[in-house]
């Protein structure tokens, strides 16, 4: 199974910004996800990329504020976070899945995760 390890996170005011960076142990080319998790609360899905990088998916919570893009060169994949607000705040998982999914059940390889802490 290819390893995944998130990085990026850290404590940033609200309205500020954060990227996020997801890199693979290796080149795997499928749909990748970008979910999130609150204390107490369900993982949900933040935002999606196909395996061309040609198409993506993003939640209405962070429509218009987050991007999500990738750099197959690199096997990398990126969550370029902005006007952050204090209910952004959670740890951030990457993981691997299928184009249209949404729901965490559908992906896999999940790597460790990044806190975010975004204050008032």
Request: proline share 2%; with cysteine; aromatic share 12%.
């Amino acid at each position: 199974q290819v390893q995944r390890v998130e990085s990026g996170g850290g404590l940033v005011q609200a309205g500020g910004s954060l990227r996020l960076s997801c890199a693979a142990s290796r080149r795997f080319l499928s749909t990748m996800g970008w979910f999130r998790q609150a204390p107490g609360k369900e993982r949900e899905f933040v935002a999606a990329i196909d395996w061309t990088g040609t198409n993506t998916d993003y939640a209405d919570s962070v429509k218009g504020r987050f991007t999500i893009f990738r750099d197959n060169a690199k096997n990398t994949v990126y969550l370029e976070m902005n006007s952050l607000k204090p209910e952004d705040t959670a740890v951030y998982h990457c993981a691997s899945g299928r184009w249209g999914a949404r729901s965490p059940s559908d992906y896999g390889y999940w790597g460790q995760g990044t806190q975010v802490t975004v204050s008032s």
